[in-house]
């Protein structure tokens, strides 16, 4: 098992889907089939191998990606587990941002949901090749058509099934395959037991044949668009062999322009086999993906570093883990060389060195001791103290800094306190250490209450890091009512100026400066521009300028909130021979910013939600009437049967304790998720609500 494998049978992969699509029990069911754990666990049971959290095991919910190695049809398989709770969105970003391939797990019945577009969306971001697994075509309403053409239509994807079920719901028997024509049978029913191994393929089913055949025509037809040679032999009537169809497959998926559809229902370990056998063949090697580009920090150049065991190291630290025996793990990607244990390494990023403890291959919570790990694999690291999320590893005389994952900014704010004087130290200690192992769970300290404020991406994201907190660090700490980030923006243009002159005993203060500030659109945050001519100011000043001005933005007018999306032009100003220094010129940014923006026409800016409520048909209308008066705004309706689902857009600040008035108007049979979109500006009434409060 633990034989060097070449880097053409290494798989880097991940499942990544919405939330209850089925990612961990399909996870569980790969492990159990290719026999890296002798039992299947449940989530419904809390004993599953990559949910090991005590709070996943109490949810029911992935909460942190959890990574592990298998292997299958002499391939090594490593497999990241992410979360689909927007909330732990982060999660989902770090994986795809080393990851060679993905399984998308759709439900059958639900087809794309909301967060199945955000994963769909950062794979396309990393251009991550994927394939799809139709998961749960045991329930009623399962539709493998439908989910298909949600694909196509939800997802602007290109869908080729290369499986047709045979059957839907309790009907369902198993699957053809497209590319042979051989099907795979299973029991009818709920059952489970002694499917470890592989079902025997046997002849399709005599009345599946014209089906068969319509789908395989249409599967032919969208793989040889994508190969000139392989169309040119179709379109002259030549018979196309399943090796070439095969091979234009995978090349067309390594090329993103379509993603095989395969189907099954994992919590029964129907399609486990097939899904095994996609991966291997459809999902790329770190040697057939393209080489991995980072920036020379001493000439600022772009650098390839390919595959290659014997060219210098590159790795990329994509996550921070806290482990209650071995103490801080870095999780690594190595993209070029080797690393060994206890070998001493440079941070590029951070320019300082490391020495590499040990090496450990993870299995979930559970570890095994590695003396190397080389280029194409993922490992985790003891040792690294000062590297963090993003940061790269690699040489002193071959330095290269790889781009690192981008992470959504907090949107929901509580405060913090510990219930003791005892609990100050551990408090501190434990805000610090979460906050290294997440990018998207900010601290920091309000300067006019004194109070410690802690940022992540939802109230659920929040709860879970004080339940942390609770039970890994032993603090017991008070938290006040989720607070939401809001923000401010200009919509005037204006000139404006700042002076700061001060006139002591010998030198003085003299720091002048004029600025042009305007708005910009939406997310494109704060732009500071020099356009001093002539030298009216030095340039040596130029720098405390901008410090001065990004310093005051932090403070808008209005409420005190960030100020957002401004390009702010130095474009004039003075200077005194004896009396300028960088403080001068820092505190004249500053003051430009502080006595200018309340006339260029502040606003205020609130987080907008992207929600959808999946409901009985029966509730509709008091859902809709609860959302009117959360101030949303409808985007759709749509359904089938009994159950219907509703869009819209949604401010954050009214979506607290919206799961319990969700459970209270449907009897509990309602669900909802969301994730942020973006701010806008919050209505005038509203404003003034929030200036009493």
Partial sequence: MEADYSIEKIRNIGFIAHIDAGKTTTTEQVLFVTGRIHRAGGVDDGNTAMDWMAQEKERGITITAAATTTYWNECRINVIDTPGHVDFTAEVERSLRVLDGGIIVLDA???????????????????????????KMDRVGASFERTIESIRRRLNGNPVAIQLPIGAEDQFGGMIDLITGKATMYPLGRLNEGLVERPEEVDMPPEYQEQYDVYRQAMIEKVVETDEDLLLKYLEGEEITNDELREALKQATFDLKLQPVLCGSAMFAKGIHSLLDAIVWYLPSPADVPPVEGINPANGETELRYPDPKAPLSALAFKVATDPYVGRLVFLRVYSGTVEAGAVVNNVTKKGRERMGRLLRMHANSREELAEVSAGNICAAIGLKNTFTGDTIGTQDHPVILEPPKFPKPVVSVAIEPSTKADQDRLTDALRKLADEDPTFVVSVNNETGQTIMSGMGELHLEVLVDRMRREFSVDAQVGMPRVSYRETLTIARQIEGRFIRQTGGHGQFGHVILDIEPLERGEGIVFENKIRGGAIPREYISAVEKGVRDALDNGPLAGYPLVDLRISLVDGSYHDVDSSEMAFRSAGMLAIREGTPRCGPVLLEPITDL????????????????????????NIEGHEDSQSVRALLPLGETFSYTTALRSLSQ??????MEFKYYEPVPEHIVKTLATA
Wanted: glycine share 10%; charged share 20%.
């Fill in 668 to 673: 509990g049979r309602a669900s909802y998720t």
């Fill in 612 to 635: 959808e409520v999946v409901t009985p048909g029966e509730y509709l209308g008091d859902i809709i009437g609860d959302l009117g008066s959360r101030r949303a705004q409808i985007q």
């Fill in 109 to 135: 019945v639900a087809g794309v949901q909301p967060q199945s577009e955000t994963v769909w969306r950062q794979a396309n971001t990393y251009k991550v090749p994927r394939i799809c697994f139709v998961n």
